[in-house]
T-cell receptor
Framework: AQKVTQAQTEISVVEKEDVTLDCVYE???????LFWYKQPPSGELVFLIR????DEQNEISGRYSWNFQKSTSSFNFTITASQVVDSAVYFC??????????WGAGTKLIIKP | KAGVTQTPRYLIKTRGQQVTLSCSPI?????VSWYQQTPGQGLQFLFE???????NKGNFPGRFSGRQFSNSRSEMNVSTLELGDSALYLC??????????????FGPGTRLTVL
């Protein structure tokens, strides 16, 4: 079965702390895509990153970094030096072979000043 | 380039009524997907339309339907509304000039409240 698990329901940290959001996936496909989206209170899903199954290189974009490990079926997301504006719900998703996004339950991130 | 637009942004209906939501994809995109987001079930795929044809369908009852027009704009309809249909309905467009379906761009959503 295709499944995405985000075990952390809510994380609360103080500004400037680093925080890692976990994502574990299950898929029978050999080719697939993984995504992270951010959903601020306004509701719109903001695309953060796409990674295909053949590209295991870690990615860094400013304060954001992603660690993709096929061996453990994980695609974790780290925010370095968190800021209050990072407060949002973050979703990990898997694009299956039918091009349907399978979503994790989301992790609510609260950054306290 | 304009993003994905959804109308209306907010909607209040009563049980038993029907509702139609609209989504205009990014110019040049031919695929529109719909998702439902609720606190209990999270984000779930409803269906995808491409070139006016339903290409994929999620596990939702027949009360949920959709269509796509020749200009790629899409509508989804929910008939005989139930309280559990209260949700944020998100539309995503993909398949631009490169034809890529792995890039989905989301609209702001329509928040439907059923009383």
């Amino acid at each position: 079965a295709q499944k995405v698990t985000q075990a952390q329901t809510e994380i609360s940290v103080v500004e400037k702390e680093d925080v890692t959001l976990d994502c574990v996936y299950e898929t029978r496909d050999t080719t697939y895509y993984l995504f992270w989206y951010k959903q601020p209170p306004s509701g719109e899903l903001v695309f953060l990153i796409r990674r295909n199954s053949f590209d295991e290189q870690n990615e860094i974009s400013g304060r954001y970094s992603w660690n993709f490990q096929k061996s453990t079926s994980s695609f974790n997301f780290t925010i370095t030096a968190s800021q209050v504006v990072d407060s949002a719900v973050y979703f990990c998703a898997l694009l299956d072979s039918n091009y349907q996004l399978i979503w994790g339950a989301g992790t609510k991130l609260i950054i306290k000043p | 380039k304009a993003g994905v637009t959804q109308t209306p942004r907010y909607l209040i209906k009563t049980r038993g009524q029907q509702v139609t939501l609209s989504c205009s994809p990014i110019s040049g995109h031919r695929s529109v997907s719909w998702y439902q987001q609720t606190p209990g079930q999270g984000l779930q795929f409803l269906f995808e339309y491409f070139s006016e044809t339903q290409r994929n369908k999620g596990n939702f009852p027949g009360r949920f339907s959709g269509r796509q027009f020749s200009n790629s704009r899409s509508e989804m309809n929910v008939s005989t509304l139930e309280l559990g249909d209260s949700a944020l309905y998100l539309c995503a467009s993909s398949g631009g000039g490169t034809g890529r379906r792995d890039e989905q761009f989301f609209g702001p959503g329509t928040r439907l409240t059923v009383l």
